[in-house]
């Protein structure tokens, strides 16, 4: 018979339930149980013998808003379609196409669960091999638009060695989470333990790769920084747009090294502690989320940027078509004035 499960730190049965008769967790709160990441059970019909500790409000909440903020992240992005970047934006694209209907349904059926239902397993797996897609690609871009600018630094070499070799680590990156698409689909038409032995090498292969990754990439960044305060000390070149510059860096590599210590750190606590895995149904929306809130903030202040200027260009050909305009009055005016005073 199955005993009231105890997940450390939470206490038997959670925040507000009651074991009974040893093998039976009543919840009186709010909280319920929820069976969605809870692999260390080895059949679901023990669901009631979980701790209290999911919101279904909280859990909804998250994916209406996810789902809401791809509609219209996909919206602006639409609007700044050009065919010329249609490649390089395709995966942001695809990306929304998965975490539009992903958050819809989940905030539809609550029993759209991972691992349970096909659909949105299918789309949760897709959305969570699109976020390192994605970051991985926009940070190689970024880094090759930095590169870009040290054309008048001595020692450029040096930082396009290790680019190229960030580069390398970022497309095995790139191809472990394509691989890890259908690692995490078979665990549908698996056992529940293991499913857990595919979850937790999965998250751990993700963890080690995050982290060589992000130390590279923390390295470039400082490299980077380096030369561009080398450059200061050269003729001829703008050193307020260096300083710019460096500033954006910096916040770039602050940025950079505070995801990836937090994205890891709950990654490789999911391996080994079944509480941390069980918290994957806060943590997935909440990543998918960030990313999503990222890509809406990117698209607006591209279409503020273009807004302005198409603004300022239209300002400036409405004060050349006036200035042409008044040019002849001004040349009639002046011929008069002579022929006035001649006569």
């Not at 395709?90 to 998965?98: K, N, Q, R, T």
């Not at 897709?126 to 970051?135: H, K, P, Y």
């Amino acid at each position: 018979m199955a005993a009231c499960v105890t997940l450390r730190p939470l206490s038997i049965c959670g925040y507000d339930g009651i074991c009974v008769n040893e093998t039976l967790c009543v919840c009186e709160g709010g909280l319920i149980q929820n069976s969605e990441w809870s692999f260390f059970l080895d059949d679901l019909s023990k669901e009631n013998t979980l701790p209290c500790y999911s919101s279904e409000e909280l859990v909804k909440a998250m994916y209406f808003l996810l789902g809401f903020l791809s509609f219209l992240a996909l919206c602006m992005h639409v609007l700044l379609w050009q065919r010329r970047k249609v490649l390089q934006r395709l995966p942001a694209y695809i990306f929304l196409v998965f975490t539009f209907p992903l958050g819809l349904r989940r905030f539809l059926d609550e029993n759209a669960l991972f691992s349970q239902d096909v659909f949105h397993t299918f789309l949760l797996v897709f959305s969570f091999g699109g976020v390192g897609i994605m970051a991985t690609l926009y940070n190689e871009r970024y880094l090759k638009f930095q590169i870009l600018k040290l054309q008048h630094w001595s020692n450029k070499q040096r930082v396009l060695k290790n680019f190229e070799l960030a580069g390398r680590i970022g497309y095995l990156l790139v191809f472990w989470r394509i691989l890890e698409i259908p690692f995490l689909f078979s665990t549908l038409f698996v056992s529940r333990q293991t499913a857990s032995i595919i979850i937790r090498i999965s998250f751990g292969i993700t963890t080690i790769s995050g982290v060589f990754h992000g130390i590279l990439n923390h390295y470039l960044l400082t490299w980077l920084i380096q030369a561009m305060k080398e450059l200061l000390n050269t003729t001829g070149i703008d050193k307020k747009k260096i300083q710019a510059n460096i500033k954006d860096l910096k916040s770039k590599r602050y940025s950079v090294d505070t995801f990836n210590l937090v994205n890891n750190t709950f990654f490789l606590s999911a391996v080994f502690s079944d509480f941390m895995l069980s918290l994957m149904l806060y943590l997935f929306p909440l990543l998918l989320l960030r990313v999503v809130a990222w890509m809406c903030l990117t698209a607006a202040l591209k279409l503020r940027h273009i807004r302005n200027l198409s603004k300022n260009v239209f300002d400036s050909t409405c004060i050349n078509n006036s200035s042409t305009l008044n040019r002849p009055e001004t040349e009639i005016g002046s011929k008069r004035a002579v022929h006035d005073a001649a006569e």
